[in-house]
């Protein structure tokens, strides 16, 4: 299992000062329901928007050599909703689609899916062909969260470490910040330096809940199909200046 000192030994490689560059953002990809019904947009289309815009921000990441992206895909529970046949369609032609991206394996950029996407039947084979295809990758890393809530993230931790003190392969007394993390569906990654918000409320939505109390935040009031290169690179900016 790949673990958190290497990835930051990845990291370390990189000519980025910390202060001048983030090496993770994280962006939650609010707004596409507004968006849709606003401009009297079918969800299909919505759904095509939402992954076309993801994709520019993939351009930027390779051009800008942002070490880390994280991005909020769903929430928990999206069986819930009404549209849940055309959200999982479009989940799935957007990972068979990355899987065959000339850039994610030019750009070397290993994917990962953190959240319970594996409860989501028809996602499982898309996902594990595109983790598959990129687990030997280590230039940029692209986080996908889907079926994911944060503070269950936090729970999950939580319950592992428990199981193993119940099973006395751990004390109780050495449960500490470092070990929670490293039971985090994002142990592999350093935390968010940026959490970019998007959509018309000023929520995190609970993305990277436990890791993102020092992130700096940037709402920048765009529905996510509105979201743009230059609102991408003024929240640099911002961070930049923080």
Not at 15 to 25: N, T, W
Not at 134 to 163: H, M, P, W
Not at 168 to 179: A, N, V
Request: aromatic share 10%; charged share 30%.
């Amino acid at each position: 299992m790949v673990g958190i000192p290497y990835i930051k030994d990845i990291l370390n490689k990189k000519a980025i000062p910390a202060r001048k560059k983030p090496r993770h953002i994280a962006v939650t990809m609010m707004g596409n329901t507004i968006w849709a019904r606003k401009n009297n947009i079918p969800k299909e289309l919505m759904y095509r928007k939402k992954y076309e815009i993801l994709n520019r921000m993939i351009d930027l990441q390779i051009k800008k050599e942002i070490p880390i992206l994280t991005f909020y895909l769903t929430r928990r529970k999206i069986e819930d909703t009404g549209e849940f046949i055309i959200l999982i369609d479009s989940l799935i032609k957007f990972f068979e689609e990355l899987k065959n991206d000339e850039r994610i394996h030019k750009s070397q950029i290993k994917v990962s899916v953190l959240g319970k996407w594996y409860d989501l039947t028809r996602i499982v084979e898309p996902v594990k062909e595109i983790i598959n295809a990129t687990k030997d990758y280590d230039r940029f890393f692209l986080n996908l969260c889907v079926n994911y809530e944060g503070q269950e993230e936090i729970v999950d931790s939580c319950k592992l470490i428990a199981r193993k003190i119940k099973a006395e392969k751990l004390d109780i007394d050495s449960i500490d910040k470092e070990l929670i993390k490293d039971n985090l569906y994002s142990s592999y990654f350093l935390p968010p330096d940026l959490l970019i918000i998007t959509g018309k409320r000023k929520k995190t939505s609970g993305l990277l809940l436990w890791d993102s109390g020092n992130a700096v935040i940037y709402y920048s009031n765009k529905l996510w199909p509105e979201f743009t290169k230059e609102d991408f690179l003024n929240a640099i900016k911002e961070y930049q200046e923080s």
